[in-house]
């Protein structure tokens, strides 16, 4: 519907959520409106609104009000928000400074405690290219991206930040309407939701865990961000089950230990360990998951043999085949073996290059073996054992998805050591340079994940594949790819071996009667359960459109202007309910309970179908979600009524 002919404001854009997703798409738009929008821009100008209520550039994750133990998960010089020659888009690429160059020249041409004060002032002053800085440093540098973003707005282009709430979306006369808390309406020509992860009530099963432990008198503190948890309900001294071994475990265990008081010395006996000094108001966690063990540390390291060629095997004209087959695709017949491949690829490419003393072959020869033989196939594996004569050189996909298998216990006591002796060999592997060949399957894995992207928005996989495997990738790249610093991993095997920690292995179950929980593994089979009289469940919500605590998007679902992803088998029976904003894949455009999409409503982010790897990224990797930020800015701007059609700007 065209805008009423005596409506002389000028075009409008509304982008609710100012964090990274909301601050990366707005720099694509700054970067791209003078060619698609130059006209517009010398005449009427265009507004952009970003709507949060947390701070611009930062939103709720990174705000600065956290606590100060928190750390990213990447290094200083693996963090930029911006594009540069490596990324392919459409739109023009506009180099900035990265975390670490934004460090540096604070540094050297700025006053640091003027601008940060004087803690995070001291902390930039130790800040090198491998440390793993503060999140309320990190929040500092995504304000200074937005400052800078805004900065470089054409001459025409208005940027308004909103410190509220975007309560409602409707339309009017082809405007769309943003209703804010505390009184006041947007008027816009497109809209874009890049809220991030998203609040939901509980679960059915996660409220009567709840209620039941109330009627019981025991303590369960849902999923939820760690730095929104009320840990105060937590007893210093008291056993507590933790269910979850990822990010939101380590923040976890931060906050209770460290954020009590406690502290970690080097011990005295070995230089490359970590010693507790408790300060009495700990807690003992005993804690498990699926895999039983933390997420892979992050790599300390380079790569010695540059960037792997990719992509290989599954490259961007494989994908194209397999959507134009129509489907459906079997995602563990058909893909996974493409990706297996890619990903040995990228461990072997470094490992040759970067190791040439540990193989027995160049790497021309090995890669155009490699390439002959089936992913997973007796032959590859005869080919890898003859040419890398050490096992530890040798990719094992499954012992990095399954970290416990063959480990078992008949009790929680004998099982510390083994679980400790796994992680703190996956540690060393993550932090000593002989073993760069991890950080070559890492860039690999960022490959395959954009083709897999690709091809869950296209509709191609089968019901099956979405319901099944596609969870199952996400988390096994979670476990690799989004593990926490190797400083943390060192602080949680200390307070294993002094006894505040407790591994309870993989597969983990929960029960509940009037003694408490009752928690037991695989890995303890038969081994006496474990009880608590608290349990924390140590990870994010899952994401859910339908109970959503957003009341934007729940009003868009009521009437039918937004649909949640529901999964059903060939013969029509539910096989999942994702919870997932159903998006248009190109340009993450709205679904409609009709069957169409909304062209000038949009959403970004992990609520939605399009799963893209982090608002930020490592510099020099074409990274998807730039590329993204980049079709979805693209699309923004191309939906919004042209020139012809838009009447005078009022004097």
Request: proline share 8%; glycine share 10%; aromatic share 6%.
């Amino acid at each position: 519907m065209s805008r009423r002919k005596n409506d002389r404001r000028a075009p409008a854009v509304v982008i609710v959520g100012a964090g990274p997703r909301g601050a990366g798409l707005l720099e694509r738009m700054v970067a791209g409106a003078p060619e698609l929008y130059g006209d517009v821009l010398a005449g009427p100008g265009l507004d952009v609104h970003l709507v949060d209520p947390f701070p611009g550039g930062a939103g709720r994750i990174w705000r600065h009000d956290q606590s100060a133990l928190l750390a990213m998960n990447s290094m200083a010089a693996d963090v930029t928000m911006w594009t540069d020659d490596s990324v392919i888009i459409e739109g023009p690429v506009a180099p900035g400074p990265s975390f670490w160059d934004w460090a540096r020249d604070l540094r050297a041409n700025g006053d640091p405690e003027a601008e940060l004060g004087p803690d995070l002032a001291a902390e930039l002053a130790a800040v090198t290219a491998s440390t793993f800085p503060s999140r309320r440093l990190q929040s500092r540098y995504l304000g200074a991206v937005l400052r800078e973003v805004t900065d470089r707005a054409p001459a025409g282009m208005r940027v308004h930040l909103h410190r509220t709430t975007a309560e409602s979306l409707s339309e009017k006369d082809g405007d769309q309407l943003v209703a804010l808390a505390g009184g006041g309406t947007l008027r816009a020509d497109a809209v874009v939701l890049a809220s991030g992860h998203l609040d939901a009530s509980p679960t059915p099963d996660e409220r009567d865990l709840a209620g039941r432990a109330r009627e019981l008198g025991l303590r369960y503190l849902p999923p939820e961000q760690t730095t929104d948890s009320d840990l105060s309900v937590i007893e210093p001294g008291e056993p507590v089950l933790a269910r979850g071994l990822g990010l939101a475990f380590v923040d976890l265990v931060a906050l209770l230990f460290e954020g009590r008081g406690g502290r970690f010395v080097p011990d005295t006996d070995d230089p490359d360990q970590l010693r507790y000094v408790p300060s009495g108001r700990e807690p003992v966690l005993i804690a498990g998951s699926p895999r039983g063990a933390p997420y892979h540390s992050k790599t300390h390291y380079q790569l010695r043999g540059g960037r792997p060629p990719l992509p290989r095997f599954l490259p961007p004209e494989v994908t194209d085949e397999l959507v134009a087959g129509g489907g459906p695709v079997d995602f563990r017949e058909q893909v996974w073996p493409l990706m297996a491949k890619e990903i040995a690829w990228g461990w072997y490419h470094e490992l040759f290059h970067g190791h040439p003393d540990r193989v027995r072959t160049d790497w021309d020869d090995f890669a155009a073996r490699f390439a002959t033989v089936p992913s997973g196939s007796p032959e590859e594996a005869s080919l890898i054992g003859c040419l890398v004569p050490d096992p530890l050189d040798r990719l094992d996909l499954a012992a990095l998805d399954r970290p416990l298998d063959g480990v078992h216990a008949p009790d929680l006591d004998t099982l510390q050591l083994l679980v400790r002796e796994r992680i703190a060999e996956d540690l060393r592997q993550h932090v000593d340079d002989r073993h760069t060949p991890h950080l070559g399957a890492f860039v690999a894995m960022l490959s395959v994940y954009t083709e897999t992207t690709r091809l869950a928005g296209a509709d191609v996989l089968s019901a099956r594949s979405r319901a099944h495997d596609l969870p199952w990738w996400q988390s096994f790249f979670n476990s690799v790819a989004s593990g926490p610093p190797g400083f943390r991993v060192r602080e949680l095997l200390a307070l294993s071996r002094d006894g505040y920690l407790k591994f309870l292995g993989a597969g983990m179950d929960v029960t509940l009667d009037a003694e408490g929980f009752h928690a037991t593994s695989t890995t303890l089979a038969g081994a006496d359960p474990v009880t608590t009289r608290a349990l924390v469940d140590a990870r994010l919500p899952d994401p859910s459109v339908s109970r959503t605590a957003d009341p934007l998007l729940a009003g868009l679902l009521e009437r039918g202007e937004a649909v949640e992803e529901v999964l059903h088998d060939d013969d029509g029976a539910l096989l999942r309910n994702t919870g997932l904003l159903a998006v248009r894949p190109a340009d993450g455009a709205l679904r409609t309970a009709g069957g169409g999409v909304h062209e000038r409503r949009f959403a970004v982010g992990p609520h939605t179908t399009v799963k893209v790897a982090g608002a930020f990224t490592r510099p020099g990797m074409n990274a998807q979600s730039l590329r993204y930020n980049d079709a979805v800015a693209r699309a923004v701007l191309r939906a919004l009524p042209d020139s012809a059609t838009r009447a005078t700007p009022a004097a």
